[in-house]
């Protein structure tokens, strides 16, 4: 008996540790279409009922946007956001930072995110408070950050100590992480497939100096491409593949990209652009701090503080795996994404999402055009 209870810990464990993980980037301005850097987060979790909250400014504290879990209630943990400061930050779960340290209270860089976002305006304020804040922090995490002023690092982050990998001193003007620290215990953790799926699917735009959001939401999180297999499933024709080692993964909630401003301009003007939901069955929509910078759609207003849109594409998700009995959830029907009639969700939705780029960056034209005004009449 006592044998099959640890068996079956040690199962349980395995789920939970591949639950929580996720694929990531921050990019600078010199690699980007219109010069503003960017993060981005294809988050991985157990709790795919995500929503976009925005929380006002109160009690000397920083007006945020970010991402929750609908069962968080008090929104206590933010899962990737930024503020009216033009800071903004995200994590991908690490796996080998911390070792056997013997600390309980652990899962809580949720909790640290939303401190640092209600304070934090730059990225040395970040550094600041993970070297004041009171230890063990309870997180082993890679902590990504950007800022008004277009700096940017990866905070490689355990109960007591930190790694920062600047992004000024990336030699090609980017840094990824997934579910391992480069500062960790060498070949534990995970994501080592996933990042070199990213860096792979990067390259191109990396010599070109084109990035822009579309090119994590629209490209790397609708992608089947498999670096160790050296192949790319996505348009191979397969009806069903297995959900093994993909950025898109069955239990991806949301592809998410922060985009920042240039230096000097306002910093209100930052913009998350987020495919709710398993990204390749999902909608864009664009998001700014503000009372209107949030669409209904987004935020948490069903009586389980669903979001409506995110129901919409986990419903879709459903067709995507369909099969529930023994080990179906890990076969992914591909025909109902891509296939030859061109009726897949990813193919469908393409149109769409280029138009809602379109029309989010008209509304940041006109955001930008009211913003120098009020500056010209202050003069």
């Given amino acids: 008996?006592?044998?099959?209870?640890?068996?079956?810990?040690?199962?349980?464990?395995?789920?939970?540790?591949?639950?929580?993980?996720?694929?990531?980037?921050?990019?600078?301005?010199?690699?980007?279409?219109?010069?503003?850097?960017?993060?981005?987060?294809?988050?991985?979790?157990?709790?795919?009922?995500?929503?976009?909250?925005?929380?006002?400014?109160?009690?000397?504290?920083?007006?945020?946007?970010?991402?929750?879990?609908?069962?968080?209630?008090?929104?206590?943990?933010?899962?990737?956001?930024?503020?009216?400061?033009?800071?903004?930050?995200?994590?991908?779960?690490?796996?080998?930072?911390?070792?056997?340290?013997?600390?309980?209270?652990?899962?809580?860089?949720?909790?640290?995110?939303?401190?640092?976002?209600?304070?934090?305006?730059?990225?040395?304020?970040?550094?600041?408070?993970?070297?004041?804040?009171?230890?063990?922090?309870?997180?082993?995490?890679?902590?990504?950050?950007?800022?008004?002023?277009?700096?940017?690092?990866?905070?490689?982050?355990?109960?007591?100590?930190?790694?920062?990998?600047?992004?000024?001193?990336?030699?090609?003007?980017?840094?990824?992480?997934?579910?391992y620290s480069y500062s960790g215990t060498k070949d534990k953790g995970m994501g080592y497939v996933r990042e070199k799926n990213e860096q792979s699917l990067l390259a191109p735009h990396i010599a070109a100096q084109d990035i822009t959001p579309a090119v994590f939401t629209e490209e790397l999180s609708r992608t089947f491409y498999n670096s160790l297999l050296g192949k790319d499933f996505t348009r191979s024709g397969d009806t069903w593949i297995v959900d093994q080692d993909f950025i898109p993964r069955r239990i991806s909630s949301a592809s998410v990209v922060i985009e920042g401003v240039l230096p000097g301009e306002n910093a209100k003007l930052t913009t998350m652009w987020i495919a709710l939901g398993y990204p390749p069955c999902a909608e864009v929509y664009p998001v700014w701090v503000g009372e209107d910078g949030v669409a209904p759609e987004l935020t948490g207003t069903t009586d389980q503080n669903h979001s409506v849109q995110c129901d919409k594409v986990n419903k879709r998700k459903e067709e995507v795996f369909p099969v529930t009995r023994g080990n179906g959830k890990q076969y992914l029907n591909l025909s109902k994404l891509y296939n030859n009639e061109g009726t897949g969700y990813c193919q469908t939705l393409a149109l769409k999402n280029r138009q809602a780029y379109k029309r989010g960056y008209e509304e940041i034209a006109r955001r930008r055009a009211l913003y120098n005004r009020g500056k010209k009449n202050k003069r």
């Fill in 1 to 179: 008996m006592k044998k099959r209870v640890l068996i079956a810990l040690v199962v349980l464990m395995s789920v939970i540790a591949v639950a929580d993980a996720c694929t990531s980037a921050i990019v600078s301005g010199k690699l980007t279409a219109n010069g503003r850097p960017m993060i981005w987060k294809n988050r991985d979790t157990n709790d795919l009922n995500n929503r976009v909250e925005r929380i006002p400014a109160h009690d000397g504290l920083l007006e945020f946007v970010a991402l929750f879990d609908a069962r968080d209630l008090q929104d206590t943990a933010a899962w990737m956001g930024f503020n009216e400061a033009g800071f903004a930050i995200m994590n991908t779960a690490s796996y080998n930072l911390n070792g056997n340290d013997g600390v309980k209270n652990m899962d809580r860089e949720g909790e640290l995110m939303r401190y640092a976002l209600e304070r934090c305006k730059t990225v040395d304020d970040f550094e600041q408070l993970l070297k004041t804040r009171p230890k063990p922090l309870g997180v082993e995490a890679n902590f990504g950050v950007i800022d008004a002023m277009g700096n940017g690092a990866y905070f490689e982050t355990g109960n007591y100590k930190y790694v920062k990998y600047d992004l000024a001193d990336a030699p090609d003007g980017i840094l990824t992480r997934t579910n």
